[in-house]
T-cell receptor
Framework: DGGITQSPKYLFRKEGQNVTLSCEQNLNHDAMYWYRQDPGQGLRLIYYSQIVNDFQKGDIAEGYSVSREKKESFPLTVTSAQKNPTAFYLC???????????FGSGTQLSVL | GQSLEQPSEVTAVEGAIVQINCTYQTSGFYGLSWYQQHDGGAPTFLSYNALDGLEETGRFSSFLSRSDSYGYLLLQELQMKDSASYFCAVGVRGSTLGRLYFGRGTQLTVWP
């Protein structure tokens, strides 16, 4: 079955540590997105990529970095510069010019 | 900037009908989407309205009035499994597709 796989489901970060969240899709979608969700908040866009080797900052990109070396993969690194990283992180993809986003099951990141 | 308002909570009983409203203020609006998210899970696409009027998909319908900057999601014949958070999201012209601005979500609780 096609879909988006995020791993790990839960992740803990120590002070000063960078951590990387994985996002893989086998839907053959060109566009991929990272959203952050805080309790009681809507989703906010961190980064997005329309094609391989290209990505753009979203609304809250500070303290995060991404890469898009393969169409299937769009990993997100939460750097030590992100002072409030505790949140639920959602990866999504979109097919062509369709309005529908497909989401992964998310990664809950917490700070030790 | 973009802003969306939706009620934080709605409760109803099984078999009932519930309407979740969404008002938005945005420049360059081009469409309103609705997503469902169960606790700790992936948001899933429910509907999309670009034009005024009602879109029906099974038990769920979505309505848009562009002149009023208003839309709603109508859920009929409520079932326990409909208990979830519901997010409205707007797409903005001039921005990349998939770059959605989300409301804070409405927590729907369905009682037996």
């Amino acid at each position: 079955d096609g879909g988006i796989t995020q791993s790990p489901k839960y992740l803990f970060r120590k002070e000063g540590q960078n951590v990387t969240l994985s996002c893989e899709q086998n839907l053959n979608h060109d566009a991929m997105y990272w959203y952050r969700q805080d309790p009681g908040q809507g989703l906010r866009l961190i980064y997005y990529s329309q094609i391989v080797n290209d990505f753009q900052k979203g609304d809250i990109a500070e303290g995060y970095s991404v890469s898009r070396e393969k169409k299937e993969s769009f990993p997100l690194t939460v750097t030590s510069a992100q002072k409030n990283p505790t949140a639920f992180y959602l990866c999504a993809s979109r097919r062509g010019r369709d309005e529908k986003l497909f989401f992964g099951s998310g990664t809950q990141l917490s700070v030790l | 900037g973009q802003s969306l308002e939706q009620p934080s909570e709605v409760t109803a009983v099984e078999g009932a009908i519930v309407q979740i409203n969404c008002t938005y203020q945005t420049s360059g609006f081009y469409g309103l989407s609705w997503y469902q998210q169960h606790d700790g899970g992936a948001p899933t696409f429910l509907s999309y309205n670009a034009l005024d009027g009602l879109e029906e998909t099974g038990r769920f319908s979505s309505f848009l009035s562009r002149s009023d900057s208003y839309g709603y999601l109508l859920l009929q014949e409520l079932q326990m499994k409909d208990s979830a958070s519901y997010f409205c999201a707007v797409g903005v012209r001039g921005s990349t597709l998939g770059r959605l601005y989300f409301g804070r979500g409405t927590q729907l609780t369905v009682w037996p």
